[in-house]
């Protein structure tokens, strides 16, 4: 800022930062520019009119700071963009515990009764403090539930990822919340086949957040540039179950 005495000044926002300048393809944008201001008019309207629009603003942050670094930070800042976008109906919907703070405040007393009872335990103080710890997680609604009744809901706003590698389903091979259970524990990807397959679930996820996003702020995926459509041109998106089977061995 320049003062009236011409001398300059710095002001710094402790909660705001400037994206560095970066040039930007047609395949950089998630709206075609033919429907952006009709999209943008849409969009600004209803993420302002949304309650939980700071769940979406987490989202929307994420997934634009995903490309800044390695293919397995990409993944796991796009996860962290789907778990808020699910929190968003998690919560809503009653879908973060089994059951309410004060019955599980009984049923974890009467759990570690027990443990402290069993023959396998009662003897053993570290062995029961392992068990302990992971008591809590007991009443937390596992992650593919609460997305599938989220997907399940957003069905009505036409969300439909049917056609994207699955989210939590493992019947067929490795999901991406397998892949991301994985970065997490630390176990990298070494293989070629396994890192392109990395790559390839990566855009999958995205895709997926891209939509749920969407459907969240009214938009139809149709018209998007994350529509089946326009996916079909791209090896990621066609060549996912081979990736898919180089990632359950």
């Not at 309650?51 to 293919?71: Q, T």
């Not at 590698?165 to 994985?182: F, N, Y």
């Not at 397959?197 to 895709?207: D, M, P, R, T, Y």
Request: one cysteine or more; glycine letters at 6%; proline letters at 3%.
């Amino acid at each position: 800022m320049l003062n009236s005495d011409t001398t300059a000044e710095t002001f710094y926002r402790s909660n705001i930062i400037v994206p560095e300048k970066r040039e930007l393809t047609w395949n950089d944008t998630l709206i075609d520019v033919s429907e952006f201001e009709a999209f943008l008019s849409h969009v600004f309207t209803a993420f302002h009119a949304n309650p939980e629009r700071e769940k979406l603003r987490v989202a929307i942050n994420l997934g634009l700071s995903a490309d800044d670094r390695s293919l397995e930070y990409r993944f796991l800042r796009l996860f962290t963009a789907l778990e808020s976008l699910v929190s968003y109906h998690r919560e809503a919907s009653g879908l973060a515990t089994v059951l309410d703070e004060s019955s599980g405040t009984q049923f974890d007393s009467d759990i570690r009764q027990f443990i402290r009872q069993h023959p396998l335990f009662k003897d053993f103080s570290e062995r029961r403090g392992l068990i302990y710890s992971k008591l809590r997680d007991l009443n937390r609604i596992a992650f593919g539930t609460a997305f599938k009744e989220t997907a399940s809901e957003l069905e009505k706003s036409g969300f439909d990822i049917g056609d994207l590698w699955p989210v939590s389903d493992r019947s067929e091979g490795t999901s991406l919340t397998d892949i991301r259970d994985r970065l997490v524990h630390g176990i990298s990807f070494t293989q070629p086949e396994e890192f392109h397959g990395l790559f390839v679930a990566g855009n999958h996820l995205q895709w997926c957040v891209e939509r749920m996003l969407l459907a969240y702020l009214g938009w139809p995926a149709g018209r998007s540039l994350a529509s089946r459509g326009s996916l079909m041109r791209w090896v990621p998106y066609a060549d996912w179950k081979t990736a898919r089977a180089s990632m359950s061995h």
